[in-house]
Each structure stands twice: as C-alpha cells, then as structure tokens.
C-alpha cells in the first residue's frame, strides 16, 4: 500500500521538496486567516485543495490505493510545518478532512473509499456531518431522524441542525435510527448521504450576529441505496464515537489528515494582546480598572497556553484520561466568555451606539451578542462537566431515564415524536 | 517543548512523598506550631540530604539537578511540600542557593553552599528594595540602612541576601543576622508554620566580601530570584489543591444525604469538575512558566505573572469550595482544610497580589505593542 521504507525518501527530503513546490504554486498569506464566511470562499477552498492535489502532496497520510499518498503522520506534519506562510485550504481541515475522511477510513467498505475518497481529495466533494436534532440538544444518542428499510433502499426522514456550512456541502455522513426495540445507543446507523438527493432540503440558521454560519436540514423520505450504510446496520453509535474522537483530533490540532495550520486549536503562541490593543486605541490604557482588564485578557491566554500542554502530555502519558479533553472545553468556552466580556466592558457607551459603517464596533457587540455559543456547541459546558465528573473523577453517572429501555418507549420532548 | 516527566523525576517524586508522609504527617506539623521555627532542625537535614536544596546549585558546586532543568525538578519539591503543607524554608533556602551558586565569588560559595546544601544552615531572602547604601565612599565599605518588612525565616536564618539601592544602582549583599545594626522582630502570619520576620538595618556597615555579583549590577539577578519565587509559590499550591481535592472527593463519596453519596448531586459534580479543571490550568501554567525561567525567554515574567495571578486566585477558591463542600466541620480547628487554607491564602498574596500582577501583566502587554 505504501512503499517501502528504504525507497521513500527522507522526512528531510520530503520538507524541503514540499518547501520549495510551496513557494512556486501556492499564494503566500499576506495577513492572518480569519473566520470570514464571504461568498466565494468554499470555491476558494476547492480550488486550493486541487492545486494541492495537482501538486501531489494531497493526501499525505491516506492510503496510495484511495489517491493519497501513503507516508507516516511524521511526512504530513513536516509539510505543515512547511506550509505555515501560505494560503492552504483551511476550512476544508475539519470537518471534511479530519473528522469525515478518517471515518470513512475508519468504517468504509473498499469501495465506499473508492468512491469517495480521492474526490475529497481533488478537492471536488466537501462534507459535513448531520448529528445534532431539534430536538436532541447535547444528548446525540437521543437522535429521531430514522431510516427505514423499504425494499432494496434505506428512506430517511427527520430533521438536523448546527451543521456548519452544510449549504456549501455536496455529502453528509448522516446518523439515523434503523431500530426502535432496542435501547438508544443500539439501535443507531451512519449513512452517507448526497445532499443533492431528492428530499433533502437545506435552510441557514441566521444567527443573532447575522452570520449563516449553521443550517438545518429536513428529509422527506430521502431514498438511499443500500450501499450508503456506513459500518454495520444498527452499530451506528460505534462509528460516531469514533468520529467524535477524530472530531477532538481536529479540533486539538492532532489529525494526521489536515494540511496548514490548524484555524481551531487553541493555545496560541500569539503575543498581542487583543485587550491592550482596544484600551490603548481608546485611549484608556491608564485607566486602572481597564488595566486590570487588560492583564486578565493576557493571563486568560497564557492559561490556556499551560492548560493545552498539561492536558496533552496528560492523557499521551496516562496520568490522565482522554475524556480530559473536556477540561479544555470547558476553559476555552469561558475564557471565550470572558473575552467578548473584556471587549464589551473596555468599549464602554461607545460600544452599544456607534456610527454608521463602524464595522470593527459592530463586530464587538455582536460577538458579545452571542457570546455563550462556545459553552454550547460541541457539547455545553453542563455536559463537559458531567464528562469531567463522571469519567475523569470518577463520580457517580447521573439517573438516565432511557438506559436498558426500548427506544420506542422512551419520553420525548412534547413536540418531537416523529413515528 | 515537553514536560511529560522523566523516570528520575518519577522516582524523586515517590521518595520525596514517602518521606514528607513519614516524617512530617499533618499531625506532627500540627505538633510543630508551638515550635519557635515551626519546624524541627533535623527533619530540614534529612529533607536537603534528600535533595530539597540542591537543584538550583550547580554540580561543580556541590549541587546537581535530576533533569538538566533545575527548576522543574525543584518544582517537585514544593508540590509536594504542599500537599502536606509542610514547613520548612524552600523558597529562601533555594533562591540563595540559586543565587550563590550563580554569582557568588569562591570564598562566598565556600562559606555558605556546605551549610544550605546540608540543610544546616538556614539563609534568609528579601524580597523587596527597602534598603539604601548610604555609604559607599572608599570601595571597601557599604553602610545598608532600612527595613526589610517580610523575610521569609529571618529569625531563624544567620545570614541573609539583602537588595539595596545605591548611587551605583542595585547591589545585593549577604548579611550575617548577628551583624552590629541588624534588628530581627518576629512577625505572626497566617501560615501556623511558615515563619516571618522584619529585619531593620540600622547603619550596618559590610565590606567588599559582603557584595553577591557586582555593584550597582544586581537588576536582573533580583528580578530572576522573584520569578523563581513565584514559580515556587504556585507549584505548593498546586500541590496544596491537588491534596484538598483528593479528599474532598472522598468526603463526598462516603457521605450521603437522602440516601445517595453527596458525590452523586449534579451541582456538588459540577462544583468538583470546576475544581478539577483549576487545578490542571494551575499546573499547567505553572509547568509552563518554570520553563520559561529556566530558559530566560523574553515571556518568562508574562508566563510566571500570569501563573501567580491564576493560581493566586484558583487556589484559595478551590480551597474555599472545599470548605463548601465539607459543611460546618471545614471551618472547625479540628479538620485539616484551614492548614491549606492558610498555605494557599500566604502564597496568594506573598511577593503580590493576583491585583498586582494583572497590573503588571497589562503594563508588559502595553509595553509590547510599543515595541512591535
């Protein structure tokens, strides 16, 4: 599948090789990559992840047989390290990369990967993963949407949301419930699903800041061929502990499928301090209560910096668990917290009204407006504290109503029973 | 950058453990609250034979590290000093260590290093500037005037490093306790066995062989022994909290309440998650920042600044939601909690406040948009 050692050539080789195809064909970042959500930025992302492919350095760690490359994660994180000043297809790194192609890896049939695989990495397909429920909250094994066997098909029917981006998306990996006489993490399945498919609607979530950042999607009885099924019927909560791994993978920087640096992880090594920056451009840097402001901003940073190594040398080491990892959840969702709270308190009246087209003020408020969304996605803080309770601490586990009970049987929000 | 722990460092752990739970359970710390020094000298001996007074020293001086990183080593020390809240003085007798065995002439070494590496001899740190040299006229006498208003062990040090302001700038000196001028008065702290004393220099006059490093020069070595206090400060706590936290959780498991463990109620889960996630930032940030003053890299003051100011605050929280957590019998004199609780409250504020060090943590912030 990879070729053999003695005929690969040298990580150092393949650095400065990569090194120098980087600097003839892709653009050089001329300031930091933001989280900008403009028109045109998945063809960018597509056309970025083609020159890559073209390039011959798509796929560092995915198998020769499905278009990759073949090479040890020590080759991908060489080209990373190569890649840093240029522009790479980031927002293709999770969930399409990290999180879908190592599932589809993971679970796939050969020829699900044949016919899936090297169109992630020609750049043609993006993906995106359809977990959450109106009505699920933070409980994913609580999922309504089912699939029904009819015939030679599987018909899907229900409703998603908090999809990022799904708009732009051409595939989904998709858990439904294929059976309901068995308790809830039992009875689950993982389809991939062309979101192309007749029945299949797509609707952006318009958020408080105004950002599409979401949607939700409905499926009205959506037909799937049987080939669809990802991993074994029924076994679907298998698969999406797996992908919620490759999910923390993504997020921590850790995926040995994501080119460039990685836009999510946190613990910057950046100095400039964002507080200083506001205090000083309104002119209240030797304001005392500011000033102390502005200290916490830095010691929030700093922490966080202490808190990603220990909790990663933790858990590779195994003085503490991986579920640790809800450690930095639940930090990083306050210090977030705590950040839009620094801006908004530093901007004073002059951040609740503000001139017409004072876009930088505008962006302040309504990042305070919607401060609270990184303590709910991906799991609210409430849940991260019952992780880090129940399986780092090793707590008692709280009264689940739904344990050992046929799924059918289980109470459901009043408005969400769909059989 | 790694600090995933060595075998050696693993090891030492497991000793140093075994040994501070042999020969200094919270009973016999207890037992040492009436003591004058608040610790028993032979107990110190056994400690620094261990080696809790020789990774700052260098090997050619008689010290050595485990690692090749000092600091991180040392770190060991005073985590688990705090999770017994032991007594005895760490940061005075390794910051002095540090600093002799770095600047000091051969003479000086061989005066001192023998009696602190031994554990013999107990040396005392200023922290502060409050002292002038008002006479330095002929280069072969300094007259030191002023007060040093919280010395850690001053009372039971024979010597100890000093810091004055000068004409020349500032200069360090090491001065014998019994010298002529020096007036030690015993201070009461919040800590039963961590001792304090204020030191007044009324015109005492030194001489040349009195000067650690160079006159006028002392800056930065001054600036070096602070942040390796502050690092040790943060490191007990840690230790302190790490301790608290264990047996909440135990408290909370063998106690119940309406027929469940109190460990079994969502919001006490809560509470203890929060808890466990204050302790891991503080080692964390903590392991961090001694690296960075190992290394002498330009973010060692933001790193250890920001490591006191959250440790600092996370620390007497955790301690206090223990107290919470325990009900009436964590504000008795009888329960062990207030023994933390005094460590982690002295370690809080000693060498600044969280306050103070945002303040500081904003002025290098400022200071670096300037720069860039």
Known sequence: MSPPEEQRESVEQFARRSGE???????????????????????????????????GFAGICVPRDYGGLGLPVEYQRAFTAESLPYELPFYLGTPTFSIILATLLDFGTHEQKLAHVPGIL?????????????????DLAACLTRADRREDTWVLNGAKIWSSAAEACDFALCLARTNWDVPKHRGLSVFILDLRAPGVTIE?????????????EFFDDVVLPLDALLGEVDQGWTVTTALLTHEREGVGG????????????????????PAAVLARSLGIADDPVARQLVGEQRMSDLVQRGLV?????????????????????????????????????????????????????????????????????????EIQRNIISERVLGLPRELAADRDVPYREVRQSSRARTD | MDFAPTDDQELFRA?????????????????????????????????????????????????????????????????????LVSPGPLVPANVVAGAVSTSATRQQRERLLPGILSGDHVPGWCSGVEVEVVVDGDDHHFVLRGGASLVEAGAQAQEVLVTATGSAGLTQFLVPVDAPGVTVTPLVGIDLVRRFARLDFGDVRVDRSSVLGQVGRAGPALQHQRLVALVLQCSETTGAMSRVLEFTLDYLGDRYAAGRPLSSYQVLKHYLADMKLWLEASRGVTALAARAVHDQTDEAEELVRAAAAYVG????????????????????????????????????????????????????????????
Request: hydrophobic residues 35%; contains cysteine; glycine residues 10%.
């Open chain 1, 21 to 55: 195809w980087l600097a003839a064909n892709m653009p050089r970042l001329t300031s930091e990559p933001v989280h900008e959500r403009r028109d045109d930025i998945w063809d960018r992302q597509r056309e970025l992840q083609r020159m890559l492919w073209d390039g």
């Open chain 2, 15 to 83: 000793t140093a453990r075994s040994f501070l739970e042999r020969e200094a359970p919270l009973a016999t710390v207890r037992s040492w609250i009436d003591r004058p020094d608040g610790f028993d000298a032979g107990w110190w001996r056994q400690a620094a034979e261990i080696g809790f007074t020789s990774f700052l020293v260098s090997e050619e001086a008689g010290g050595g590290s485990l690692s090749g990183r000092g600091l991180d080593d040392l770190l060991i020390v005073a985590e688990e000093m705090g999770r």
């Open chain 2, 313 to 372: 605050e996370h620390g007497t929280e955790l301690v206090q939601k223990a107290v919470q957590l325990h009900g009436g019998i964590g504000i008795t004199w009888e329960h062990d909690l207030h023994l933390y609780l005094r460590r982690v409250s002295l370690n809080r504020n000693l060498g600044g406040t969280p306050a103070e060090h945002l303040e500081r943590l904003a002025e290098l912030s400022l200071q670096q948009l300037e720069t860039s």
């Open chain 1, 204 to 216: 952006p979530i318009t958020q408080v800041n105004g950002n599409h950042t979401f949607c939700q």
């Open chain 1, 254 to 273: 850790s995926s040995p499928y994501v080119s460039g640096r990685n836009l999510l992880a946190p613990g910057s090594t950046v100095r400039t301090n």
């Open chain 1, 122 to 138: 020609r750049g043609d397909t993006i993906w995106v993963q359809f977990l959450s429920e109106p009505s699920g909250g933070s």
């Open chain 1, 309 to 381: 190594e220990r909790v990663s040398v933790g858990v590779r080491t195994g003085s503490l668990p991986p579920s640790a990892a809800a450690l930095l959840k639940l930090y990083t969702a306050g210090a977030s917290v705590r950040r839009t709270e620094i801006a908004a308190t530093l901007a004073g009246e002059g951040g609740v009204v503000w001139s017409p087209g004072d876009v930088e003020t505008q962006e302040r408020a309504d990042k305070y407006l919607i401060r609270q969304a990184d303590s709910i996605s991906g799991g609210t803080s």
